[in-house]
């Protein structure tokens, strides 16, 4: 895979082509054709819906999808989308960020800097940044779409030491956007790009004109009293799934990612299950995740960690950053949140008004998980344009 020469000035921006060699792709099928499956799951093979996925993802469903990849699935027209919205490369901090960005046609587009998670990647936007920058309808807002790889996510360098935490990639991507020329922006993420966005509102607020977060990362040890039953519920499901065996994962990759680690950058079977099993939990899906999402786009994502064998390096984000929110940090600019109905954490706007201080929409929709421009895009546009005018307009 191409990258920048090594003669580039650290401050530069360069242009970027995702191009993976017809060796890599083939060595990618080899392993696929010559891996190793335990035998199915001892779940009752009459179980249906979730009682499915309760050992994990189910034999039949993954080998289904692992032919899919090996003998049908076209990386190279992912590749074809990344190069038509715009692909580059910078060096913030000593290290190498790759990032979309999509210039909005429109004279009035305002800066948008967009933030993924785990196990996302820039895939989880790329059906969505033709639509917010360059809407259909005059008066809807547009933006200037900024989208970074995470630190250790697919085009960005992998950190060599430790130290590249939540904190750190905020002020990263303040740097990178006045790089641009966006000395002032908006911002936007879920699971680790909603704390990412948070902190670049609490900390850097001369810079950010408003965020918009599917993930409200409220201060610790607040008291139900007061919520209502549905807040109390949300409380409840949020707490039981770290403090279960769902957030094993979490654990695991806080804990010891180098271990998974070897696994995920090792066999492209042990990554797409890793993945697999969270996009079929975290959806809005009753019987596979596929009820919603595309198959390949789920695929775009996991060959995205594979072809750049960041499995490992992906996983440090939870080494680094898990439960180190500062909890005296305080967001003070316009905040829009919404809570997606089958999200795995669900934050009381009780308890998100702790953190997040001028809260100027709070929106429940009917319908998503926690991958909402995967499984519901057009309503994911709809929401965070709207979001987002609220916080413009309260922005001045």
């Known amino acids: 895979m191409s990258r920048p020469t090594s003669d580039v000035h650290p401050d530069d921006v360069q242009p970027f082509e995702a191009r993976a060699t017809d060796a890599e792709l083939d060595d990618l099928r080899a392993r696929l054709a010559a891996a190793r499956l335990p035998e199915r799951e001892t779940v009752d093979p009459a179980a249906r819906g979730a009682r499915r996925w309760d050992q994990g993802v189910p034999l039949a469903d993954l080998v289904d999808l692992v032919d899919h990849w090996r003998t049908a699935y076209d990386w190279r027209r992912f590749e074809e989308r990344l190069a038509r919205i715009g692909q580059f490369r910078t060096t913030i901090d000593g290290l190498g960020l790759h990032f ?93 790009g909603g704390n990412v966005t948070t902190v670049l509102a609490g900390r850097f607020p001369e810079h950010v004109l408003g ?114 929110m500062d909890p005296e940090l305080r967001v003070d600019v316009p905040a829009a949140i919404t809570m997606y109905p089958r999200d795995i954490e669900k934050c009381p706007r009780p308890w998100a008004q702790e953190r997040y201080r001028r809260i100027v929409r709070w929106h429940e929709p009917e319908r998503g998980g926690h991958f909402p421009s995967l499984e519901v895009p057009d309503l994911y546009v709809a929401d965070l344009r709207a979001g987002l005018a609220r916080v413009l307009a309260a922005a001045g």
Request: proline share 8%; glycine share 8%; hydrophobic share 40%.
């Open 211 to 324: 965020i918009h977060t599917t993930f409200a990362d409220a201060p610790p040890h607040l008291p139900t009293d007061g919520l209502t039953e549905t807040e109390r519920r949300w409380a409840a499901q949020t707490r039981d799934f770290y403090a279960g065996p769902r957030g094993a994962y979490a654990k695991q990759q806080a804990a010891r990612p180098q271990t998974i680690g070897y696994a995920l950058v090792d066999s492209p079977v042990a990554l797409l299950a890793w993945i697999l099993d969270k996009f079929a939990e975290w959806s809005d899906t009753d019987d596979s995740p596929f009820e919603t999402l595309s198959r390949d786009r789920v695929l775009d994502d996991v060959t995205l960690y594979w072809l750049t064998r960041t499995g490992a390096s992906a996983a440090r984000i939870y080494h680094e950053s898990h439960a180190a």
């Open 100 to 192: 979309l960005h999509r210039r909005s046609p429109r004279a009035d587009a305002v800066p948008l800097v967009m933030t993924h998670g785990w196990p996302g990647s820039v895939a989880e936007f790329v059906d969505v940044v033709d639509e917010l920058a360059d809407p259909p309808l005059p008066d809807a807002p547009a933006f200037h779409v900024v989208a970074p790889s995470l630190p250790g996510f697919a085009y960005s360098d992998r950190p060599s030491t430790t130290g590249w935490g939540t904190e750190r990639i905020a002020a990263a991507w303040v740097q990178l956007m006045g790089r641009l020329g966006y000395g002032q922006f908006l911002a936007h993420g879920g699971d680790w």
